[in-house]
């Protein structure tokens, strides 16, 4: 059975910077599935970033994050980040990370119910 850690996470001033990771553990393929997704209070869960299994894929983002946020994978596959620059207070929230074996493709990669395999979630919180 996949098990995802995330970590990473913590508080920064509007504009900073952050590092997400997110370890997976288990069995794992080069060609899962694999995103970044978010929850802030009171607000429904939101994908954020994902990696298609298709290798010549590009890595699709959510509008409110492009050209902030970039996602990429470990050497070794196992290993998920998400960069994250210029944040803002919207950006406050719960991410987690999420993968599944099964290949999805750049229509499903920011869906949800693509994904089986949830991490537990590390907290964002930006303000001044």
């Known amino acids: 059975e996949m098990q995802l850690v995330e970590s990473g996470g913590g508080s920064v001033q509007p504009g900073g910077s952050l590092r997400l990771s997110c370890v997976a553990s288990?069995?794992?393929?080069?060609?899962?599935?694999m995103g970044w997704f978010r929850q802030a209070p009171g607000k429904e869960r939101e994908a954020v970033a994902g990696?298609?299994?298709?290798?010549?894929?590009?890595?699709i983002y959510a509008d409110s994050v492009k050209g902030r946020f970039t996602i990429s994978q470990g050497n070794h596959g196992n290993t998920l980040y998400l960069e994250m620059t210029n944040l803002n207070p919207e950006d406050t929230a719960m991410y987690y990370c999420?993968?599944?074996?099964?290949?999805?493709?750049?229509?499903?990669?920011?869906?949800?119910?693509?994904?089986?395999?949830w991490g537990q979630g590390t907290q964002v919180t930006v303000s001044s």
């Open positions: 999420a993968r599944d074996y099964d290949p999805c493709s750049e229509s499903w990669v920011l869906r949800a119910t693509s994904y089986k395999h």
């Open positions: 990696v298609p299994s298709s290798g010549s894929a590009s890595a």
């Open positions: 288990g069995d794992t393929f080069t060609n899962d599935c």
